[in-house]
């Protein structure tokens, strides 16, 4: 089946938001077998979402929207969608119910302008939307579709995983594309792409290498009647691949790296506590995403200032003789609080996330450190010409690499 | 006039890139005075590519297009504007000569296929790439403008500030549309729009409210023939906004709230420190985004352990009698730190991330704390029923809040 994305809102139009539920729905639609043709985007004008939405109603069979569905005048996509099939939206008892009750338990009245999002069509049934206070629209007439969704992130993402995309799956099931994603680190997209070539001509399957913050990234795509056929064609490749990759394989699919490190930790249960500088706190954050990251991940110090680095442990000659911004001070970070903490493992960071240089040490320069369980410490030092928000991701990339290394052994054969 | 984008690549239709270079030409086009009225993402067909084209042709005066000008079989952007103005491509001799001399240069042979590369059509003339082996097309017929530039952000951004936004300068520069957004908190969308209704009737004006994570940002736009008098026009909006919301307004147009955070921090010669569990080091990270934070941020510590708690000065006692995730866990954290470190101000945070609850509090209840130079403390509690990294994010958005209050003097009026 044909199906079109429409992104509704000015602000996307005007580019103060990036939109990124398009992307989101459009991962999401080849496995069902939906094909997209289009994804547009439309500003908060009833002529011109009208418009827009007639042009995808009479082309696709199934219409996707984000967006529009707030209380304010200019949320116009409920008013868009009953012009386009001509008719009356009114207010639902029951969902104007769960809406005031959604004020009253936040202690504050309803302002009257909220009642659009108790709104229906005749065509139209809601889409619960626990996360707010818009409901969705699931809109149904002369075998077209069209899905309404909020455009808050968030409130859509949950929508579409819990609601529509299980609607979805129930009854258009067509042509199934499968894709296995395996995900690996330490070596170049050109490399990977040759060492991958052999298998590129297996018939009934698609591979593409990506290159990714988090290593270079394989896929393998198969389409076929059910899941399980598309399987049955995936398996062989997947399997091959892993034979000639090893452990540069880190992870499939979602898998994150924070995760995969998770992993590793579990497995050994290992701890680990970190002293961070440029990075601000971003790689304790980016480790406790993980749910249940508190079995291995024990404490984590953000010492932005010198002092700071001294009253945790590092000791004070060791900057004053190679500065702040050193390997050696990197190391003594990694050491310091892997004995304060009493870890098996430490990281150290120390850098300067930029604009400005800082000492003469130009941005974008950062020593990372990790100190294991015999005592040691390895430095890597990275140099990057980016932002100051890139270089802190760039830096927790770096460390959650060094820490694999460490727990894979990899290290004390080659001390950095 | 009127123009849109078309972004064309399959791999932004599967949701495998997010378009930002659609959003990074419609931040630019308002101050050339020029109206976007859609964008659209259309895939590697070339049917597709001439349908959506030709659509963009007869409704809009200018189209601009990005990505498909690589040198593979499935880039088609040349060859649907081609088929679109019904004109034959031709190889460009210059074009080709500089095309070899980019390979020559990098000392490998050119591969045939690239010499789409250097193809021309008679409306169209070629647009420098220093950055790329594509040259982008300014096509001119009948009035009607297409220009193609290429996919890659770091090419696109620099033809177009070099070469078509100047070009679109000197002949286009019409009516010009200046906005001012003013960031709200602590106020919902809806009542925000209520109280700001008396001014959406000024003549000349347009005016939007838009709820982000910082709160409701309202946005007062004016179009005139120059700066200075759509100025004229969006002033006194301003002010009346400002009487109506006062303190509300916490930010304009580009402020960040930890950039807020940091002014004020800088007026008062203030300074922080913060002890983190569930957010995990997400609130040291947002505050270090802003470069100078280091003069007031002081140390972050993220006590993901109970243990740690107790560690960094939280009495066991507190944490046995009323558990780690509570308002009296958050004070004396929030406590503990700013005594430990030796700050004017502490924040701490306890709660819990998700998904699953802990010890029988549900996912999303998160405590926030903030210590206040005179030794007091106050507590907020919030509930969200989001995913992981929601809750994160929204738990140091309520810190940064509650922080400000505590520095405005509007705290120790009501203790929490």
């Given amino acids: 089946m044909k199906a079109e994305i429409i992104a509704i809102g000015t602000e996307i139009l005007l580019g103060e938001i990036v939109d990124t539920n398009s992307a989101f729905i459009a991962q999401r639609l080849p496995e069902l077998g939906i094909d997209l043709l289009y994804t547009s985007v439309v500003g908060d004008n009833l002529g011109r979402i009208v418009e827009t939405l007639e042009r995808a109603w009479n082309r696709s069979d199934l219409v996707i929207t984000t967006g529009g569905l707030g209380p304010t005048d200019d949320d116009l996509t409920r008013e868009g969608v009953a012009r386009v099939l001509g008719e009356e939206p009114y207010v639902d008892p029951a969902l104007e119910q769960r809406l005031r009750a959604w004020f009253a338990g936040r202690g504050y009245p309803m302002p009257e302008s909220n009642i659009k999002q108790a709104w229906l069509i005749p065509s139209a049934r809601p889409i619960e939307n626990p996360r707010g206070t818009a409901p969705g629209w699931w809109v149904e007439h002369d075998g077209h579709i069209i899905v309404c969704m909020p455009g808050v992130p968030s409130e859509m993402e949950r929508m579409w995983t819990k609601e529509v995309q299980p609607e979805l799956e129930r009854r258009f099931a067509g042509e199934v594309l499968v894709t296995r994603t395996l995900k690996t680190v330490g070596i170049g997209e050109g490399t990977v792409d040759e060492m991958a070539r052999p298998l590129y001509a297996t018939p009934g399957i698609g591979i593409g290498t990506y290159a990714r913050a988090d290593g270079v990234h394989l896929r393998i795509g198969a ?42 930790m579990h497995e050994r249960r290992a701890t680990l506590a970190v002293m961070e500088s440029c990075t601000g706190g971003l790689l304790s954050s980016t480790l406790t995403d993980v749910p249940g990251a508190s079995s291995y991940f024990v404490a984590g110090l953000v010492t932005y200032q010198t002092e700071q680095k001294i009253a945790f442990g590092v000791p004070a000659e060791t900057i004053a003789e190679h500065g702040v911004v050193s390997q050696e001070t990197a190391r003594a970070m990694a050491l310091a609080v892997r004995e304060r903490i009493g870890t098996d493992y430490g990281i150290g960071i120390t850098g300067v996330a930029g604009p400005d240089p800082q000492d003469g040490i130009p941005p974008g320069t950062v020593h990372v450190a990790v100190a294991t369980p015999d005592g040691e410490a390895y430095v890597i030092t990275t140099a990057m010409n980016q932002g100051r928000a890139a270089v802190k991701r760039r830096a927790v990339t770096t460390a959650m690499l060094l820490l694999r290394r460490a727990l894979l052994g990899q290290l004390s054969a080659r001390p950095a």
Same sequence: chains 1, 2.
Avoid: S
């Avoid at 076929?224 to 499939?252: K, S």
């Fill in 223 to 264: 389409k076929a009647r059910t899941r399980e056929e598309a399987w049955a064609r995936i398996r062989p490749v997947e399997e091959a691949l892993e034979r000639i990759f090893g452990d540069a394989i880190w992870g499939r699919d979602d898998d994150t790296f924070e995760g995969h490190i998770a992993d590793l």
